[in-house]
T-cell receptor, first 111, second 112 residues
Framework: EPEVTQTPSHQVTQMGQEVILRCVPI?????FYWYRQILGQKVEFLVS????????KSEIFDDQFSVERPDGSNFTLKIRSTKLEDSAMYFC?????????FGPGTRLLVL | GENVEQHPSTLSVQEGDSAVIKCTYS??????FPWYKQELGKRPQLIID?????GEKKDQRIAVTLNKTAKHFSLHITETQPEDSAVYFC???????????FGPGTRLSVLP
């Protein structure tokens, strides 16, 4: 059964540094998402992407965040200048219609 | 915007008993309600979902019921097993391609 994959599984960075989180959605899916989950808390929506553009974004997704689909398979989340409060698990998800399937996540730690 | 509440926050049951988790949502335009199971350190895994044109859906030991008038939906797990122990999240959305608004989660412990 196809699954969403994400790399890296863990990322440690210094405050102010740029990070890029990578995702490979399920191949025939059309909608792509990024969510984050701060330790012990609920999953929070960041952004959705369809037809090569952002379709919706939350208040969390400010100018420090950007997404890109650089080729036919990858979907990336960039954080330009990381802050301590960006430390969280970041999940990519994809869907063909309603059902969203999540990747294993990237645990980001900002020091 | 949409707000999803979930109860209880923790639930302990004996193996073989049933477990029920309830969620309420605020936006009457929401029309799709998935449930996810998340084991420690792992990805949220879709276990069942329901659309607003359906009142109940069942898949083996798992069922979901939806009351659109009251704006609440529930997850029912029968004959619980220790491997059902996890955090369960409900969510609501308005249409496919739309973001999910998640509830705060319920930590279910099934005691052998």
């Amino acid at each position: 059964e196809p699954e969403v994959t994400q790399t890296p599984s863990h990322q440690v960075t210094q405050m102010g540094q740029e990070v890029i989180l990578r995702c490979v959605p399920i191949s025939n899916h059309l909608y792509f998402y990024w969510y984050r989950q701060i330790l012990g808390q609920k999953v929070e929506f960041l952004v959705s992407f369809y037809n090569n553009e952002i379709s919706e974004k939350s208040e969390i997704f400010d100018d420090q965040f950007s997404v890109e689909r650089p080729d036919g398979s990858n979907f990336t989340l960039k954080i330009r200048s990381t802050k301590l409060e960006d430390s969280a698990m970041y999940f990519c998800a994809s869907s063909l219609q309603e059902s969203q399937y999540f990747g294993p996540g990237t645990r980001l730690l900002v020091l | 915007g949409e707000n999803v509440e979930q109860h209880p926050s923790t639930l302990s049951v004996q193996e073989g008993d049933s477990a029920v988790i309830k969620c309420t949502y605020s936006d009457s335009a929401s029309n799709y309600f998935p449930w996810y199971k998340q084991e420690l350190g792992k990805r949220p895994q879709l276990i069942i979902d329901i659309r607003s044109n359906v009142g109940e859906k069942k898949d083996q030991r798992i069922a979901v019921t939806l009351n659109k008038t009251a704006k609440h939906f529930s997850l029912h797990i029968t004959e619980t097993q220790p491997e059902d122990s996890a955090v369960y999240f409900c969510a609501a959305s308005k249409n496919y391609g739309q973001n999910f608004v998640f509830g705060p989660g319920t930590r279910l412990s099934v005691l052998p």
